[in-house]
């Protein structure tokens, strides 16, 4: 880690001052800025790319913002800004349509289900706008199922996560051996070994609901971007894309 580079401090800034606005100032950004699922009344398109910029807690921006320093700085170094921003405007913006794409399949499959079991559109909007039910539904699906509905439908997604996923992704290729290491597992591992594991985790928790790093997080935008910044890098690779060269 070396010096912070110019279009990554000013994406700290912008996301620093996103959150100050949101937090400190007490203005509510989310219902405008964060990403919902496209059938909830608040979406809207413009939301894939400005969740990006909006942050859950301090931790949530303090580990980002890090993360993109850390990771983002030497890859800016090597490509130039404009190439840096194509790159991470892609990859967050990869991870918002994987995440909604995967939240339309699991949002589908439970409301078909429910349809299904004789409940009416009327029942599953009371559902997904109060999150009430009758009991007695619980005889022919799980709780929670039924507050997975809700949850997709009433909670937005937010952070620059996703891309920065895909910047992690960029540096492994990038700078293979660099040894990195998480706070409960300080072990310093080369960043070939360490980020595809660190993926696989999120991957993992994305599929079973189990998450060692705690609830409320979009593993399907972690590994979407991630995903988003293989494609990207395996194209370069290739010669692609040369006109982003400085």
Known sequence: MGRITETVKHLI?????????????GLNLDNLLALYFPENENFGIWQFVTHMFMHGGFMHILFNMY????????????????K?????????????????????YQFNSIYDNLINLGLQ???????LTTGE??????????????????????TPAVGASGAIYGVLVAFGMTFPNSKLALIFFPVPVAAKYFIPVLIALDLFSGVTGFSIFGGGIAHFAHVGGA???LIIMLFWKKNQFKRWDK
């Open 67 to 82: 993360a993109l320093w850390a990771f983002g700085s030497p890859l800016e170094q090597i490509w130039g800004r404009n």
């Open 84 to 104: 840096f921003l194509f790159f991470y405007f892609s990859s967050g913006l990869g991870a918002g349509l994987i995440y909604t794409a995967v939240n339309y």
């Open 13 to 25: 800034i912008l996301n620093a001052l996103f959150f100050a606005a949101s937090s400190l100032l």
């Open 133 to 154: 039910y009758n009991t007695e539904i619980l005889n022919q699906i799980s709780e929670k199922k039924l507050m997975e509905f809700y949850q997709i439908y009433n």
């Open 227 to 229: 995903v988003i910044g």
């Open 121 to 127: 559109t009327s029942d599953l909007q009371r559902i």
